[in-house]
């Protein structure tokens, strides 16, 4: 398993690929792996999604019940975004980015105080989330508009479909009860 730390407590994850004529296999999570770079649960819940090409979801967050999302595209590619919502960080409102896809089977670790969201940049994409903490609570959930002009992401193709609830979003610096670290 390969680390390239992002920023602070951010990381991308590349699991060591065994592959042969049959094609290949990697473990997707090894609890003590993860635990001793500081990645820890308790793992509660697992969430799939599949998108098109150009779609965006997100930018969502929970707070107070935060959640940390390790996110593994299962098939197709995405460039995968988060952005630190947490008030008192050093890269408060800073975006970051990778592009995630099923050839590399790289993972984003995305720890409690960031958005995330992405934008499918395959035919389509089915993305899992390992979520940390809590449960997903609707109470808790927070959405930043994934075009906040104050934060500028460069999404990299046109953007297609977008949820009702996504684009009703409001620009961070509107967004109420942030998490301070």
């Known amino acids: 398993m390969k680390i390239n730390k992002i920023t602070h407590n951010v990381y991308e994850i590349q699991p ?24 820890k649960g308790p793992w509660l819940q697992d969430n799939n999604s599949k998108s098109n090409k150009g779609d965006v979801r997100g930018l969502h967050f929970q707070y107070p019940k935060s959640q940390g999302k390790l996110v593994t595209v299962i098939y197709g590619c995405i460039f995968d975004v988060i952005i630190d919502v947490r ?7 800073k ?9 590399k089977s790289n993972q984003f670790w995305v ?4 958005a995330h969201g992405f934008q499918v940049l395959s035919k389509f ?6 979520c940390s903490l809590n449960y997903w609570s609707q109470n808790d959930e927070k959405i930043v508009l994934f075009n906040d002009p104050d ?7 046109k953007v297609n479909k977008v949820s009702k609830k996504d684009k009703k979003a409001l ?6 009860n942030l998490p301070d670290n």
């Open 16 to 39: 060591k690929i065994f592959k042969d004529e049959r094609g290949y296999f990697y473990e997707s999570f090894h609890l003590k792996r993860y635990n001793e770079i500081g990645i």
């Open 87 to 93: 008030k008192k960080s050093p890269t408060f409102s």
């Open 95 to 103: 975006w970051f980015s990778l592009e995630l896809n099923d050839e």
């Open 111 to 114: 720890p409690p105080g960031f």
């Open 125 to 130: 994409a089915i993305v899992n989330y390992k």
């Open 151 to 157: 934060i500028n992401i460069k999404w990299p193709i």
């Open 171 to 176: 620009p961070l610096k509107e967004i109420k």
